[in-house]
């Protein structure tokens, strides 16, 4: 079993930069990829980033890529989503999930079998 809690999200301008964190509980966390998906108001939930527990391998959508860092610190059984140069439309509740898959299979929801709360961030224009 593990638990998540996501935090971090705040309200900030375009431009700015955000830091998101996934702490987890359990001693197995270092066996699990991670991944963080987002939803705004009206839309499906999409994919962001994840980072695959085997290799460390990441994987980022692509209207995020370049922009944000996906990281991980086994010791501290946290996950941090560095999010720079914020856009209006990265306006989302932010969600961070695990997973006992890697590869590919991270970019879709299905295979995430333990999600955190949400952590809403607001970038305004």
């Known amino acids: 079993q593990v638990q998540l809690v996501g935090s971090g999200g705040g309200l900030v301008q375009a431009g700015d930069s955000l830091r998101l964190s996934c702490a987890a509980s359990?001693?197995?966390?270092?066996?699990?990829?991670v991944g963080w998906f987002r939803q705004a108001p009206g839309k499906d939930r999409e994919f962001v980033a994840a980072?695959?527990?085997?290799?460390?391998?990441?994987y980022y959508a692509d209207s995020v890529k370049g922009r944000f860092t996906i990281s991980r610190d086994n010791a501290k059984n946290t996950v941090y989503l560095q999010m720079d140069s914020l856009k209006p439309e990265d306006t989302a509740a932010y969600y961070c999930?695990?997973?006992?898959?890697?590869?590919?299979?991270?970019?879709?929801?299905?295979?995430?079998?333990?999600w955190g709360q949400g952590t809403q961030v607001t970038v305004s224009s």
């Open positions: 359990g001693r197995t966390f270092s066996r699990y990829s």
């Open positions: 980072i695959s527990w085997r290799d460390g391998s990441t």
């Open positions: 999930a695990a997973a006992t898959s890697g590869g590919e299979r991270l970019s879709r929801s299905l295979w995430y079998d333990y």
